[in-house]
């Protein structure tokens, strides 16, 4: 088997006694040699100082690490973060019951009188009856509008009546009123209408009267 | 769901704080991953097995602490100074006998050697020589093989045990 490069024996004496008990040095501070390898260990180390040292080392490092205090956590710390988990669950509580007392439970959708399930939403998603106040005004008035659309295509439109007569004449004579008054401006700004304008708009209008009622009016 | 928070945070706060503060070395920083690391708790507490919190507050734990050094300005930054002045406070004030201010001064180069360690060396060696974590628990949390495991902690062990041996030498020196 290959060695690792940081496995070479750094340490001890590099003869093969060395290479043994570098291996075992390694284990000894979880306690897990058995006897004959703690003497092992042990009788080598009286021996060979390097390995000596090694394990005087290893010795006083797991000694060292014994005698750390432990360390805790700061109040500040744990204090922040438990107040920001009440606040975001205050904030979520109020959002569910914001609309009544009956809280998640009276907002949901009734999916199972439909028998479907109810739409998976994205991971972080909050579904419609949860969202804030302010938004729903706003879906209802779209819900309306949308109403009130479908309303005005699916419903039969109804037929728009024709003029009577007396309106066509007072139509005529608004228009004849308003034709006389441009006139006159025309006159003094030294403008004027052609008759033949004049006559292509109530033309129309007074043969539309008689298709509907027979006769019309005279210009 | 508040109650179950308050119990997990009330479990794991130390071991939180404890580790953040040998991986990163400084205080400040491992206060700020700390209050992170519970807050991100709180925000998955409906997705996470409360029998498994600590483990996985373990994989989050390690992750902030390596973005915070990612965010530090300089590559190393061996600022122990706060956690030095942590340990002296837990120091019993009136011990101050040669012998106790040797141990401090050691425990102060041993907490550098182990910041100073490369990853995944430093996770394991706090895992296992600060909070007491076993082979089996090491390596489920980290998904790791058993015997690279403990190949890693002897390498460890090998590197603190130099860096150690460099303190008895200048102390023997001084």
């Known amino acids: ?219 | 769901m508040l109650r179950l928070f308050h119990d997990l945070v009330g479990e794991h706060q130390h071991r939180v704080f404890t580790f953040a503060c040998y991986y990163l070395g400084d205080r400040e920083e491992a206060e700020d991953v700390t209050q992170e690391v519970l807050l991100r708790l709180w925000r998955n507490i409906d997705r996470v097995d409360p029998g498994m919190a600590g483990a996985w507050l373990l994989k989050v734990t390690r992750n902030a602490c390596l973005d915070a050094l990612r965010s530090r300005k300089s590559r190393r930054r061996l600022f122990v100074a706060g956690l030095d002045e942590t340990a002296a406070e837990s120091a019993d004030p009136d011990d101050r006998t040669e012998a106790a201010l040797l141990s401090w001064d050691v425990q102060r180069h041993l907490r550098r050697a182990v910041a100073a360690l490369e990853d995944p060396y430093r996770t394991i060696a706090i895992l296992r020589e600060v909070q007491g974590k076993s082979y089996q628990e090491i390596a489920a949390t980290l998904d790791m093989p058993l015997n690279t495991v403990k190949t890693y902690l002897h390498r460890a062990r090998r590197k603190l045990r130099e860096g150690m041996r460099e303190v008895s030498c200048h102390a023997a020196s001084s």
Do not use: N
């Open chain 1, 1 to 219: 088997m290959r060695r690792h490069p940081e496995d070479e024996d750094r340490f001890g004496g590099g003869g093969p006694a060395c290479r043994e008990v570098q291996a075992l040095l390694d284990a000894w501070p979880d306690g897990e040699l058995s006897p004959a390898e703690l003497a092992l260990l042990e009788r080598h180390a009286a021996d060979c100082p390097t390995c000596g040292d090694d394990l005087e080392a290893a010795r006083k490092l797991a000694e060292t690490f014994r005698a750390l205090p432990a360390l805790t956590c700061p109040p500040a710390v744990t204090g922040a973060v438990l107040g920001e988990a009440e606040a975001e669950a205050r904030r979520a509580d109020g959002r569910r019951t914001e609309t009544g007392g009956a809280g998640a439970a009276g907002r949901r959708w009734p999916w199972r009188l439909f028998g479907v399930h109810p739409p998976a939403r994205r991971h972080g998603s909050r579904p419609v009856w949860s969202r804030p106040v302010w938004s729903r005004p706003v879906w209802a008035a779209a819900l309306v509008a949308a109403l009130a659309a479908a309303g005005a295509l699916l419903l039969p439109s109804r037929p728009v009546p024709a003029p009577s007569a007396q309106e066509v004449a007072r139509a005529e004579v608004e228009m004849k009123l308003a034709f006389a008054y441009l006139s006159r401006v025309g006159r003094d700004a030294g403008v004027r209408v052609r008759d033949e304008v004049v006559a292509s708009v109530i033309a129309p209008t007074r043969r539309a009267v008689a298709l509907g009622e027979g006769q019309g009016p005279s210009l």
